[in-house]
């Protein structure tokens, strides 16, 4: 009988982790969604890698930050005022980013879209740009 209790007390401390990480996973899975902010950012269009590494930016660099657009490198806003870069992010998923959005690369543009938090991250998708 001993054995018997001590392997279902066994099995019920084992099986208490695991049951928490399902349910922290089940939960983070339909967190997707959850306090989905609109927003208009005003800000220069920049791609990631030149504006990061070397600080460039604005009209001179328009093209290559085009052609880096378009090499798959991530677009983001330099939001005007207070410096804040946010990732651009397309609409849906497995798409790449819009042509409205490529050719104003360099450019002082207003982005509506949905803001994302995460990891320290800020993430906005492309509803407009203008």
Known sequence: MKH???????TMLFMSPVSVWAAEEHEHDHAHGKGVQEVAIKGELVDSLCYVAM????TGHKQCAIDCAKAGIPISILEDGTGKLYTVLPKEDKTGYPASVINKMGETVTLKGDL???GGQRY????SVE
């Not at 018997?4 to 066994?10: Q, S, W």
């Open 124 to 127: 906005v998708t492309v509803e």
């Open 4 to 10: 018997v209790i001590r392997g279902m007390v066994a």
């Open 55 to 58: 600080a460039s930016k604005g």
């Open 116 to 118: 994302y938090e995460n």
